[in-house]
């Protein structure tokens, strides 16, 4: 079967050990995670997973009904890169030597929109922030002139659409709840 890189974005509300849970359903299903980050989301309260995995179609569309059946998960989707824009933040440690004695690497830096974030007398640290082809690329020029530290984050995403998935969700959950006391008090 032909696989895909997908985004799959979990809601959450910020339960201790509710990562746990969602890494063992990708486990059980022998799908390793590429990455992930997990921060507040734009709606109070509420916490957002971005998980990126290569699967097919068949297994992720299983794997997101299974995370949705987590008590303390409000919603899952899943996306191709098409429908989401995303970023990783990659940092570089290399000898302060190396950064002064070497144009080249002025030059990589200012071909790859990267910038040192920390100088000092033993190294550098610089920070690029892109896609992993990108990430990447630059630590295989930098590795010449001999990377110690290299570090990327997993990827942050957001979708194409005008506001958060989401809240679209919650309002139509909102309604359903309204409508269902309405009911109840008509009865």
Do not use: C, W
């Not at 390793?32 to 569309?61: C, R």
């Amino acid at each position: 079967m032909e696989t895909t890189l997908y985004t799959v974005t979990v809601y959450t509300e910020n339960m201790v050990g509710l990562l746990n849970q969602i890494a063992i359903i990708f486990t059980k299903r022998h799908i390793n995670i590429e990455s992930l980050t997990v921060s507040k989301s734009s709606l109070p309260g509420i916490h957002k997973f971005t998980i990126t995995v290569e699967a097919d179609k068949d297994q992720i569309v299983k794997v997101v009904r299974q995370i949705e059946k987590r008590i303390d998960v409000l919603k899952a989707y899943v996306y191709t890169d098409e429908d989401v824009i995303f970023q990783e933040v990659a940092l570089y440690k290399i000898p302060t030597d190396s950064l002064l004695d070497n144009p080249e690497i002025e030059m990589l830096m200012r071909n790859s929109n990267a910038r040192i974030i920390e100088v000092n007398r033993t190294y550098a640290v610089i920070e690029l922030s892109g896609n992993t082809d990108d990430t990447q690329r630059l630590f295989d020029e930098l590795n010449k002139y001999k990377v110690s530290q290299f570090v990327r984050s997993g990827r942050v995403a957001i979708t194409r659409s005008t506001q958060e998935r989401l809240s679209d969700y919650l309002i139509e959950i909102e309604k359903k709840r309204t409508d269902k006391l309405k009911n109840a008090q008509n009865s």
